[in-house]
């Protein structure tokens, strides 16, 4: 039996330590992927400090976003499905697999449904595809929460604005891209030394998050520039803001999504409609909606240059044995950057 190497987490709340695990066989579905890069989420440490979303028990192996090469194909993986040999961004689904260890980002070989796989063009090197896949599916993912179609263009009569919390965030990134590609008005926030950078995603107001008037100035600037402003997306924790805003702007009903998980001493507003950031959870329809996003949209903004994979990458070195201190960094805070190992 062939094996690998794996940061593993043996219990809640232990360090992670690298063994060896058997590797696995691919279903019919699923790619075998020979991991290159791997980069860090906060969902990474709080899963390993509280157990979320890790039924299936320990000892497993946490992440989701790996880059590499395939180094095996299922059988009846779709015809479009990237070969063997080819180079790709990949979703791990750790978090939809309830922790099973196959399918978690931290070790040298991982498995992932087909559909969760984007072919990388040359232009893009390893470290900076491993952090598209959870910013992606995240920023699509919300605004599939929301209830934007897929195929949402607004032209600029429409007039149509979008609020996000959190522009210099992975997901941040990723929603201003998204968001601005469909036509609206992307109106976020960040630290001043991000504004610029975010300017060149495609963000179209930017707000000083530090500032005590800023929901006051959000919601001035909407009102001056005659836009409506009824759909929001916080990326980072600041509801009460966000709800603010919406609420403020839209009377008679408003929509938010959240990327950090909702508590019930979490805030509510009468007229928002407040939701947890989510996929579709039938399985056929989340393959299909992560086909659509990996193997059609992305694969297709890649190809063409019209999505920038960002923030920055900071490399950790040391490669697997050093995963435990990438996630005490992030835990620690990291600000308009996104830790990445090679291993």
């Known amino acids: 039996?062939?094996?690998?190497?794996?940061?593993?987490?043996s219990a809640k709340g232990s360090a992670l330590e690298v063994e060896s695990r058997p590797t696995p066989t691919p279903s019919p579905s699923e790619l075998l992927i020979d991991v290159k890069s791997v980069a860090v989420n906060p969902l990474d440490w709080k899963q390993q400090l509280s157990g979320f979303m890790?039924?299936?028990?320990?000892?497993?192996?946490l992440g989701s976003d790996i880059s590499g090469i395939v180094l095996a194909a299922g059988s009846s993986v779709p015809s479009d499905a990237p070969k063997p040999g080819t180079r790709v961004a990949a979703f791990a689904p750790c978090f939809f697999k309830q922790g099973a260890a196959d399918y978690g980002a931290f070790q040298t070989c991982?498995?992932?449904?087909?559909?969760?796989?984007?072919?990388?063009?040359?232009?893009?090197?390893?470290d900076e595809a491993s952090i598209l896949p959870m910013a992606v599916a995240t920023a699509?993912?919300?605004?599939?929460?929301l209830g934007v179609p897929r195929e949402t263009v607004f032209k600029p009569a429409d007039k149509q604005a979008f609020?996000?919390?959190g522009g210099a965030s992975s997901i941040g990134t990723a929603t201003i891209q998204l968001a601005s590609s469909m036509g609206f008005s992307v109106y976020t926030t960040a630290s001043q030394r991000h504004h610029d950078y975010l300017k060149t995603l495609g963000a179209k107001r930017i707000f000083d998050y530090r500032d005590e008037a800023v929901v006051e100035h959000i919601i001035n600037t909407a009102k001056e520039d005659g836009v409506t402003l009824q759909l929001g997306f916080d990326a980072v924790g600041?509801?009460?803001?966000?709800?603010?805003?919406l609420k403020t702007l839209n009377p008679s009903g408003a929509k938010l999504a959240s990327a950090p998980p909702l508590t019930p001493h979490s805030p509510?507003?009468?007229?928002?409609?407040?939701?947890?950031?989510?996929?579709?959870?039938?399985?056929?329809?989340?393959?299909?909606?992560?086909?659509?996003?990996?193997?059609?949209w992305l694969r297709e903004k890649l190809e063409a240059k019209e999505f920038i994979p960002s923030p920055k990458?900071?490399?950790v070195e040391g490669g697997l044995h050093s995963v435990q201190a990438a996630l005490d960094e992030s835990k620690a805070g990291v600000s308009g950057v996104k830790l990445v190992l090679r291993l």
């Open 313 to 315: 990458v900071k490399v």
């Open 140 to 145: 699509w993912s919300g605004l599939y929460t």
């Open 268 to 296: 509510q507003m009468e007229g928002v409609e407040l939701k947890f950031v989510l996929a579709p959870n039938d399985p056929n329809r989340l393959s299909d909606f992560f086909h659509f996003v990996f193997g059609t």
């Open 163 to 165: 609020l996000l919390w």
């Open 54 to 61: 890790l039924n299936q028990g320990f000892p497993t192996v």
């Open 110 to 126: 991982v498995l992932i449904p087909a559909a969760n796989a984007v072919p990388l063009p040359a232009h893009i090197g390893f």
């Open 1 to 9: 039996m062939s094996t690998h190497l794996a940061a593993v987490l």
């Open 238 to 245: 600041a509801l009460e803001s966000c709800l603010q805003v």
